[in-house]
């Protein structure tokens, strides 16, 4: 198969940009023209969960603003070491009994949830697995195995999400592995990858990666993560085109987060470019009450008019569903 992106491709592999991503908050600041006193820096929130953005990422900040929507979702705030009342490690209740066996978790009736990968491309401030015990979720074959063999032994598992993490952080050769015992199992039909790498290193979306993910009996879904109309830009468009060609179904699933795209106009934008670049919008989640993320929260009221308001500017299949995760629910709760 010819490479997807021959001339959008950039001369560093994926792996490269990934490797080369900023860690260092002086660093990302000085790339985009700001001084530490322009912005809420917190040294001691980055030493509890590092600063990570690549390069490709930061190209689409704008430079001098300290508001960017996509600078604010990486850069670590003082306000995350503020004590925060009812923000928790694990808020959506992903441990204990939804994780019976190291790699797995089922909380959904037909859809199990592989951790695949405990690294990311990027580290976003409000994630709600920003303190997962990916220790304990260490993935190697053993652990594979053990839970491929889990989801074999139950026939009432339709779907197979690849999750993290961020599972394209896994090579080509290790996801074909997967994906080829994934598809063995006559009562699995769909296999999902959950991902924000084709949005913030487009690079990914390789040759190699489009062979891996498919298999002929399942058909593939890719729900990417995207949360502004400023992070799709042609790279992530050309690589959209490239797993569409590859006959991947491809959505998005946003978080609703303060002083990013809480307005009507952001996801309007929003909606629009994802829609005009092949990707189909799926949800729109409130945030997650992790620690640390307080200051991204959108209250609930707002976040309902909000959702009308965007449903009086456009299609209803441009508007996702306005979601919120709760402990021990059977579903997402869909919220207006
Ligand atoms: C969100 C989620 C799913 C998938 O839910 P859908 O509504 O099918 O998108 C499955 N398992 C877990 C643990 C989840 O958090
Ligand atoms: S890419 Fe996803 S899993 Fe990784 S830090 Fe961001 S929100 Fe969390």
């Given at each position: 198969m010819p490479d997807p992106l021959p001339s959008l491709?950039?001369?560093?592999s994926w792996r490269e940009q990934l490797r080369d991503a900023v860690t260092d908050p002086d660093e990302l600041l000085r790339a985009l023209g700001l001084r530490r006193q322009d912005v809420d820096c917190g040294a001691d929130a980055a030493r509890q969960f590092a600063l990570k953005a690549p390069h490709s990422f930061i190209r689409r900040m704008r430079r001098g603003d300290p508001a960017d929507p996509l600078l604010r979702q990486v850069l670590a705030s003082a306000q995350e070491t503020l004590p925060q009342a009812g923000y928790v490690d694990d808020p959506v209740g992903e441990t204990g009994a939804a994780n019976p066996r190291p790699g797995l978790i089922h909380k959904y009736r037909g859809r199990v949830l592989l951790i695949v990968s405990g690294g990311c491309a990027v580290h976003c401030r409000y994630c709600f697995r920003r303190h997962f015990p990916y220790a304990d979720n260490q993935v190697g074959r053993a652990q594979w195995r053990d839970a491929l063999a889990a989801v074999r032994a139950?026939?009432?598992?339709?779907e197979v999400i690849l999750s993290g993490g961020d599972p394209l952080v896994a090579t080509d050769a290790q996801l074909a592995a997967l994906v080829a015992e994934i598809a063995a199992?006559?009562?699995?039909r769909r296999l999902r990858v959950h991902t924000r790498l084709p949005v913030v290193i487009p690079d990914r979306v390789t040759a190699g990666l489009l062979e891996a993910i498919q298999a002929p009996r399942l058909r593939t879904v890719m729900v990417l993560h995207s949360?502004?109309?400023?992070?799709?830009d042609d790279t992530v468009r050309a690589a959209v085109t490239a797993l569409r060609a590859a006959g991947v179904e491809v959505l998005n699933q946003a978080v609703l987060l303060a002083g990013v795209n809480d307005s009507v106009d952001a996801q309007v934008a929003l909606n629009e470019c994802l829609f005009d670049s092949g990707i189909t919008p799926y949800y729109l989640h409130l945030l997650d009450p992790v620690r640390g993320a307080a200051h991204f929260d959108v209250p609930r009221e707002t976040a309902l008019a909000l959702q009308s308001a965007v449903r009086a500017r456009l299609p209803g299949y441009l508007v996702p569903a306005l979601v919120r995760e709760e402990p021990g629910a059977d579903a997402k709760v869909v919220l207006g």
């Open positions: 491709a950039s001369t560093h139950d026939d009432s598992i339709a199992i006559p009562h699995v949360n502004h109309a400023n992070e799709i």
